[in-house]
C-alpha cells in the first residue's frame, strides 16, 4: 500500500480550544478514510469515517474533510475536553472486499485543562 | 456488545522462541488483520485472512506466519522470536463488503529478551 503521512505528530490544545490533524496520500484509488481513536491501554476504536463522494462529515464536536484533488483528509475537533486526549490515527482504504487500510503514524492529543 | 479478544495483555518471551499469539472475533466477520504498532510508525498490517485457512502477506510479513483454521480465530506465529519483534501486536476485524468499520483488540505488549 502506498503511504499516509499524519500531521502532527503531538498536539497539546487548552480545553475548549479546536484541534485539527491532517492526512495525505497518494493512492487515487483510495476511497475510504476512516479516523480511529487509542485510548491509553486500549486497542483503536472508529470515531467517524468519510468516503470519496463526500466533501465533509460531522459528528457533534468531530468533523472529518476530505479534498480529493490535493489528496488530503483532516480531522477536526472542535471544544475539546480531557477526555478527547488519545492518539489518534488516520487510516485510508481502496473499497476492495478484503477491507485492507494503510494507517497514518499516530498523533498525540494532550488536552490540558 | 461486538468483541474482538485477544488471549494475553502481555508476554515476556525468550530469543529463539516460538510465540502464538491468539485472537477471537464473536462478530462472525470474514476479514481478520494482524497489525504491529510502534512509535512513531502507526499500526504497519503483518498478515491478513479472508477466508478460513486463507491468508494473504502484508506489509511486513518477515519472520510472522498465521494460521486460520477457524473463522473466529486468527493466530499469529513468530517462529523464532527476536529482539527486533519486542511491540505492541493488535488484531482486528471487518465483515466482508466495501468500508465495513475495522474492530480491534486491546493489544498484546509482547517483549522479546
Known amino acids: 500500500g502506498e503511504n499516509v503521512e499524519q500531521h502532527p505528530s503531538t498536539l497539546s490544545v487548552q480545553e475548549g480550544d479546536s484541534a485539527v490533524i491532517k492526512c495525505t496520500y497518494s493512492d487515487s484509488a483510495s476511497n475510504y478514510f476512516p479516523w480511529y481513536k487509542q485510548e491509553l491501554g486500549k486497542g483503536p476504536q472508529l470515531i467517524i469515517d468519510?468516503?470519496?463522494?463526500?466533501g465533509e462529515k460531522k459528528d457533534q464536536r468531530i468533523a472529518v474533510t476530505l479534498n480529493k484533488t490535493a489528496k488530503h483528509f483532516s480531522l477536526h475537533i472542535t471544544e475539546t475536553q480531557p477526555e478527547d486526549s488519545a492518539v489518534y490515527f488516520c487510516a485510508e482504504g481502496y473499497g476492495d472486499s478484503w477491507g485492507k487500510l494503510q494507517f497514518g503514524a499516530g498523533t498525540q492529543v494532550v488536552v490540558t485543562p | 456488545d461486538v468483541k474482538v479478544t485477544q488471549s494475553s495483555r502481555y508476554l515476556v518471551k525468550r530469543t529463539g522462541e516460538k510465540v502464538f499469539l491468539e485472537c477471537v472475533q464473536d462478530m462472525d466477520h470474514e476479514n481478520m488483520f494482524w497489525y504491529r504498532q510502534d512509535p512513531g510508525l502507526g499500526l504497519r498490517l503483518i498478515y491478513f485472512?479472508?477466508?478460513?485457512?486463507?491468508?494473504e502477506k502484508g506489509d511486513i510479513p518477515e519472520g510472522y506466519s498465521v494460521s486460520r483454521e477457524k473463522k473466529e480465530r486468527f493466530s499469529l506465529i513468530l517462529e523464532s522470536a527476536s529482539t527486533n519483534q519486542t511491540s505492541m501486536y493488535l488484531c482486528?476485524?471487518?465483515?466482508?463488503?466495501?468500508?465495513?468499520?475495522?474492530?480491534f483488540g486491546q493489544g498484546t505488549r509482547l517483549t522479546v529478551v
Open positions: 468519510i468516503r470519496s463522494n463526500v
Open positions: 482486528a476485524s471487518r465483515a466482508a463488503g466495501v468500508n465495513t468499520e475495522a474492530f
Open positions: 485472512s479472508y477466508d478460513v485457512k486463507m491468508k
